[in-house]
């Protein structure tokens, strides 16, 4: 059965860090790209960050390039998403998938998300 599971939301105030972490179960996970998505209330969902299966390749949403860490575990089966400097646009619920390269198409597993509320 395949799992992916978020953990490390909260309500943090701007400028504040919080660490997403994504235990993933049930697949190979050092064969797959991990992603962390996220979607604020009436907005469509957007990608935030990528890391290839062997981390040698990481993207970033230009609009948390510098402020968020993305990384790998792949002895431990988990990513994780250091996220630095928030503002109250970081506010949604951010999810993480995973996808098989080349990740041409639809993500191959998603977790149930996890709430980050960025407020004073």
């Known amino acids: ?52 299966t062997r981390d ?14 993305i990384s790998r575990d792949n002895a431990k089966n988990t990513v994780s998403l250091q996220m630095n400097s928030l503002n109250p646009d970081d506010t949604a619920v951010y999810y993480c998938s995973a996808c098989h390269p080349p990740c041409n198409g639809p993500n191959d597993f998603w977790g149930q998300g996890t709430q980050v509320t960025v407020s004073s």
């Not at 978020?6 to 504040?16: A, M, T, W």
């Not at 790209?33 to 935030?48: C, D, F, I, N, S």
């Not at 040698?56 to 860490?69: E, I, L, M």
Request: hydrophobic fraction near 35%.
């Open 56 to 69: 040698n390749s990481r993207n970033y949403a230009d609009s948390v390039k510098g402020r968020f860490t």
């Open 1 to 52: 059965q395949v799992q992916l599971v978020e953990s490390g939301g909260g309500l943090v105030q701007p400028g504040g860090s919080l660490r997403l972490s994504c235990a993933a179960s049930g697949f190979i996970f050092s064969s797959y790209a991990m992603t962390w998505y996220r979607q604020a209330p009436g907005k469509e969902r957007e990608l935030v960050a990528r890391i290839s």
